[in-house]
């Protein structure tokens, strides 16, 4: 671990030391995901989740030339009411930290950032993949490659209807990464817990997906660990409504030549706006069963450690 760039939370530093279980967090969602100030109280309120599941939380961001390990609730409100703040993926983890620029970490970056640091299990609310016309433009996610390198578990809702699932998952496979159900055998698609894709691999413990973990890791298999976990049902939306909301967004993307880092904000940004109130109040429910689940992993682990 390179000490100069990393700075590790005084709280997290000593868990990781004791093996207390530590999970750690995005701040693309937070600086970039959602708006003010519901994106600080649900980050607080995350971290309240998994001290309730018994691990500590550890939000990753980008400051002063380090990559922080554990944000203070100071540091997690400068975070999401910042205006320019960087979206950093692993390309851009470079020029955030030469240039001592304020960066919020997507799931590719925080991976990096939680491997430095010996963090094994990270929860989000959804992950990057391969976009829809994926033929013409080629985008597809970064959070993709880091699932195959960086041995970080990602404990997430799914991917949006806004990639292309399919292909998603096609790429999963090629390139090795194990992707569970947590007590669904169907990939949920983030809003709805549906997507009629079948997952081969399910499980309906934390302790089960522990034991795989472990297993992975006896294996020294590079790369992560992505679990799928449905939106509760009482938050998630209709599909269809859902679908035609995304086609639009897509295509006014197109319309407007959005592209590379500025797209999935883009995207997000157009769902929330037409849904309004609903989609964000289901985007908070999901993280938050997230990090239960999260949570629990992560004291699974430890106690087979
Ligand atoms: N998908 C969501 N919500 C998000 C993101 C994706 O439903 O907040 C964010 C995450 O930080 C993810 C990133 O890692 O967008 C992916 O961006 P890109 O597609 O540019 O790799
Ligand atoms: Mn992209």
Redesign the pocket.
């Known amino acids: 671990m390179n000490l100069k760039l990393i700075e590790v939370k005084a709280e997290v530093a000593q868990a990781l030391k004791n093996g207390v279980p530590v999970v750690a967090l ?1 701040s ?2 937070i600086s970039h ?1 959602m708006p003010y100030p519901q994106n600080e109280e649900t980050a607080l309120n995350v971290e309240k989740e998994i001290r309730l599941n018994g691990a500590i939380p550890a939000t990753i961001a980008v400051m002063n030339g380090k990559i922080k390990i554990g944000l203070t609730a100071e540091e997690l409100s400068l975070f999401a009411q910042a205006k320019d703040v960087m979206k950093l ?1 692993r390309r851009d983890l470079p020029q955030a930290l030469a240039e001592k620029r304020m960066g919020a970490t ?3 970056a925080t991976m990096i950032g939680a491997a430095m640091a010996g963090i094994e299990v990270f929860v989000t ?4 993949g391969v976009h829809r016309g994926v033929e013409e433009t080629w985008d597809v ?3 993709l490659i880091e699932l195959a390198t960086s041995p970080v578990t990602v404990v997430c809702a799914g991917a ?1 209807a806004i990639l292309d699932l399919p292909k998603t998952m096609e790429y999963l496979e090629t390139f090795g990464v194990p992707v569970v159900g947590y007590k669904t055998t169907e990939l949920p698609a ?1 809003y709805t817990r549906t997507s009629g894709i079948e997952l081969g691999n399910s499980v309906n413990s934390a302790e089960e997906l522990a034991r795989q973990i472990a297993t992975k890791r006896q294996l020294e298999l590079e790369g992560g660990v992505l679990v799928m976990n449905p939106i509760p049902e009482a938050f998630s939306m209709d599909a269809n409504a859902m679908e035609l909301i995304i086609e639009e967004a897509v295509n006014s993307a197109k319309e407007q030549s959005v592209s590379g ?1 500025n ?2 904000p883009f995207l ?1 940004n157009f769902i929330k706006e037409k849904t309004t109130g609903e989609s964000l109040v289901s985007n908070i429910e999901l993280v938050k069963n997230n990090a239960k689940v999260g949570a629990q992993l992560a004291v699974a682990l430890a106690e087979l450690r």
């Open positions: 995005e693309t969602i995901g993926s997507t799931v590719a609310g959804g992950i990057g996610s970064a959070d949006k983030f880092k797209l999935t997000l």
